[in-house]
């Protein structure tokens, strides 16, 4: 009997061990530190900052599906990136690739010749935002465009290797 009671305790914990090891754990995209918006404008590259966000802008609204992000550039702030992206970021899946209607890319820049609003060009596919992933509170992904400028002049943006990991505020 004693020794059948020995014999129990190592199968116990050994049936402990197997159950514990197969149960499913489950795993998101890896996301990143929330603080990015980068990209190379007309050949160079940008850093944006977005993580003071003082106008509290970054928001991802929960009824219209709406994320929305912003920020100035680092080292002249009368610059700034916007983003738009409508996307249910609760239920995903990820990645996915955005055009269309679906986004908005804005880039404004003032400088002494003035202020130039460029955007996607209304009706076309030139702008995309691919969601690579969110936890609900981070959102990450890349984008690209080519921008027209809004009064119809034949200035334009383009924009390669967008890369952003934002936080959001729920609204």
Do not use: H, W
Not at 72 to 97: E, I, N, Q
């Amino acid at each position: 009997m004693r020794a059948s009671r020995l014999l129990m305790v190592p199968l116990a914990a050994s049936l402990v061990m197997l159950i514990s090891s197969c149960t499913e754990t489950t795993t998101g995209p890896q996301i990143g530190p929330g603080n990015i918006l980068e990209a190379t404008v007309n050949g160079t590259k940008l850093t944006f900052d977005v993580a003071t966000d003082a106008a509290n802008f970054n928001t991802y609204t929960i009824a219209t599906n709406e994320a929305r992000f912003a920020g100035p550039l680092v080292s002249a702030p009368a610059t700034t990136l916007t983003l738009r992206a409508s996307y249910d970021l609760d239920k995903g899946p990820f990645p996915k690739t955005l055009t269309g209607s679906d986004v908005s890319i804005i880039f404004i820049e003032i400088n002494v010749d003035g202020t130039f609003i460029y955007n996607c060009p209304i009706g076309t596919q030139s702008c995309t935002i691919t969601l690579t992933g969110s936890n609900g509170e981070t959102v990450d992904g890349t984008f690209s465009a080519q921008l027209s400028e809004s009064l119809g002049t034949p200035r334009t943006v383009k924009i390669e290797n967008g890369k952003f990991s934002v936080k959001l505020k729920r609204q």
